[in-house]
């Protein structure tokens, strides 16, 4: 009698065990199958999904470090586009008001400030979208391609030449300027040059001077 309860209460024990086993194989599987199909996915992401991926996280961690938002190509392009535009259309309107003549002139201030953003909006802030502004621009000139794609890669390489050479100016003031500084220099070192020989020529009088009171 004894035996037969101590051998029931094994079959229970290893019954249990069994159980424990097979719930604890079961968690496993789910467990590595879950890793396995994070795996499969990160693994079957396309170039242009992983890309995407990273460009999030770098925006946010920027974001949250510097509190910037870094441009996406778009907003980078469109912004060229309003610039351009805006230069475009100011040289053109400033070179007819300076042939008309007469005493109205062209205003940049007010263009930039005003005028231009009243119709277009902020050079990174406009109101149309670069397609459209880009045509609008080739009804105007025959330097900007009346295709819409190609519109745009002219305008921005139009912006591109002008960044260009507003910088080769800007470098070409700042080395008159040190020319200049340099002149200055030369010409202030050759006065007090002078100015130190006069200084001494007048002592060398003073001290003939007073030689010869001493031997009179």
Same mark, same amino acid.
């Given at each position: ?37 994070? @795996?499969? @996915? ?23 470090? #510097? =509190? ?11 912004? @060229?586009? =309003?610039?351009?535009?805006? +230069?475009?259309? =100011? ?10 003549? =007469?005493?109205?002139?062209? /205003? ?19 109101? #149309? ?11 105007? #000139? ?30 070409? +003031? ?6 200049? /500084? ?14 130190? #020989? ?6 060398? +009088?003073?001290? +003939? ?8």
């Amino acid at each position: 009698m004894a035996y037969a309860k101590r051998s029931e209460g094994i079959a229970k024990a290893t019954t249990n065990n069994n159980n424990r086993n097979g719930a604890n194989a079961k968690t496993s599987a789910k467990t590595n199958g879950t890793s396995a199909t994070t @795996k499969s @996915k990160v693994a079957n992401a396309s170039p242009q999904e992983e890309a995407l991926a990273l460009l999030k996280e770098l925006r946010n961690l920027i974001f949250k470090e #510097y =509190g910037v938002k870094l441009q996406l190509r778009d907003s980078r392009v469109s912004t @060229k586009i =309003g610039h351009a535009a805006r +230069e475009k259309l =100011g040289l053109d309107i400033a070179a007819q008001v300076k042939k008309k003549g =007469g005493n109205k002139k062209f /205003d940049w201030q007010k263009w930039n400030t005003k005028l231009f953003p009243k119709l277009f909006g902020q050079p990174d802030a406009l109101k #149309y979208a670069p397609e459209i502004v880009a045509i609008f621009m080739s009804m105007l #000139y025959d330097t900007i391609s009346t295709d819409p794609e190609q519109a745009i890669a002219d305008l921005v390489e139009f912006n591109r030449a002008s960044l260009e050479r507003r910088n080769s100016f800007q470098e070409q +003031e700042e080395e008159e300027l040190d020319d200049l /500084d340099d002149e200055l220099d030369e010409d202030l070192d050759e006065d007090e040059d002078d100015i130190e #020989y006069e200084l001494d020529e007048d002592l060398d +009088e003073d001290d +003939e001077l007073d030689e010869e009171d001493e031997d009179e």
